[in-house]
């Protein structure tokens, strides 16, 4: 294995090699690990059925083409130049004032995660339900009451969130090498397993194939101005862009490594987990007699149990399920816990064990508010917003956007021509594409990013 790391006991400090991903593949499958994510599985689905199912699915797929692979690429890009935490990555590639952008990114992934692991817990508790039975009712007003119980609860979230908090982290310790490239080719494949069992079960119900048209058949006459804003909005958000995992993760990308080929191979994994999430929810809502839309965000805890009832072993698709979910979930808060682990050692000469202990420490404090905002603290508001609310706007809506826009601008106007030769192996001259490449990065991308910067600043 690649990662290596050396301890001086001299004066109690310890110098660390940084690591790198031992495989292509176990690169491939932890940077998708980060990309697919409760987004993916959930929240891609209920999307496409509030936006016009198949329309959405072309735009979303143009979006990924035209914005996703381009900022893939310049944060991959940017972490390999440096070889560095985000924060050394911008002061170093484009100098002193730009490192503000990379502490933008290491900060957004750490609150996003604060709320992520609580999310995540949810799905862990949501296992245990369709297990013993809990869920095997289509009652909208009984599945209500369990999911108001669970989330209202001062204590059983918290332990949730604090058993996924641990497993982050036990993932985390182990290193690049040892932790998460081991564990992302385990789980990767493992999630798309399930996936694609849970497809085949899902495709195969009477009344499924209205939903893969719905799906796959375009209806252009549905696309709005909020069509093209949530197209662009989930699939920037779904590559894990704008909030430091694939800057941390090229860090760890050798030199020689044919980084395009990876940055493609990585967005296009996760957009066919997104798909096939597609294939699995929608059909099982239709066969379920259910519109596309019903439930919105919450139907994965409020609608889908349901569906999971009205079938033949439905108990058992829905321990999958939500197997499937906590797996997704875990692949991403690990990368988002890398990132900040990585800030830690790089930029302060914590040790990887100290960092990931501190770090998952004050996020799994952050998680405590957050969990509380749905029960003891519901009536306590900031700027009219529960804790939890207020966390996931300030980051979605503006932190996020307006990493990647800087991020963006950065690699497309500063860094330019020594990005572009970056792309290539070292030792090779540029890919004929990389101008149309920065072109994306300088005027395309901004204006799609900056697109929903104003939106969620207005909406």
């Not at 869920?135 to 604090?162: R, V």
């Amino acid at each position: 294995m690649t990662l290596q790391t050396k301890h001086d006991k001299d004066d109690g400090l310890m110098t660390q090699q940084r690591g790198q991903w031992g495989t292509r593949l176990g690169f491939i499958m932890a940077a998708a690990g980060s990309a697919v994510g409760l987004g993916n599985i959930w929240k891609f689905p209920y999307m496409t059925g509030e936006n016009g199912g198949g329309a959405f699915l072309v735009i979303y797929m143009v979006c990924i083409v035209v914005f996703g692979f381009s900022l893939v690429m310049a944060e991959l890009v940017l972490g390999r130049m440096a070889q560095k935490t985000p924060v050394a990555a911008f002061r170093e590639i484009a100098g002193r004032r730009w490192s503000p952008v990379g502490g933008l990114a290491v900060l957004t992934a750490f609150v996003i995660d604060s709320f992520y692991v609580v999310v995540a817990g949810w799905t862990l508790a949501y296992i245990g339900f369709e297990a013993s039975g809990a869920l095997a009712t289509t009652n909208s007003e009984t599945l209500s009451a369990t999911f108001n119980d669970l989330i209202g609860s001062p204590i059983q979230p918290i332990l949730y969130a604090g058993a996924f908090t641990i497993a982050c982290a036990a993932v985390v310790i182990g290193g690049v090498g040892s932790g998460i490239e081991r564990a992302s080719k385990l789980l990767m494949p493992v999630l798309f397993v399930l996936l694609v069992a849970l497809v085949v079960r899902a495709v195969t119900l009477p009344g499924a194939a209205e939903g893969l048209e719905f799906f796959f058949v375009p209806d252009f006459s549905k696309v709005t101005g909020e069509t093209l804003t949530a197209a662009i909005g989930q699939a920037f958000f779904s590559l894990s862009l704008g909030m430091a995992a694939m800057v941390t993760y090229g860090s760890y990308i050798p030199r020689e490594r044919n980084l395009p080929a990876d940055a493609f191979a990585v967005v296009s994994l996760d957009t066919l987990i997104a798909v096939l999430a597609g294939c699995m929810v929608l059909p099982a809502m239709f066969a379920a007699g259910l519109s596309p839309g019903d439930g919105g965000a919450g139907a994965t805890f409020l609608v889908l149990p349901a569906v999971f009832d009205a079938m033949p072993g439905g108990a058992l698709f829905g321990v999958a399920f939500f197997s499937l979910l906590a797996v997704a979930a875990l692949t991403s808060a690990v990368s988002l816990l890398e990132a900040v682990v990585c800030y830690l050692f790089d930029e302060y000469g914590l040790s990887r064990a100290k960092a990931t202990i501190g770090s998952s420490v004050a996020l799994f404090l952050l998680a405590i508010p957050s969990s509380l905002s749905f029960g003891l603290l519901a009536g306590a508001k900031l700027f009219g917003m529960s804790f939890f609310d207020l966390l996931d706007y300030v980051t979605s809506s503006i932190a996020l956007p307006l990493g990647g826009l800087l991020t963006a601008l950065c690699m497309g106007w500063v860094v330019g021509p020594r990005a572009a030769q970056a792309l290539s192996p070292a030792g090779r001259s540029a890919p004929r594409w990389a101008a149309f490449w920065l072109f994306v990065l300088r005027f395309v991308a901004p204006l799609g990013i900056g697109w929903i910067l104003v939106q969620g600043l207005i909406g």
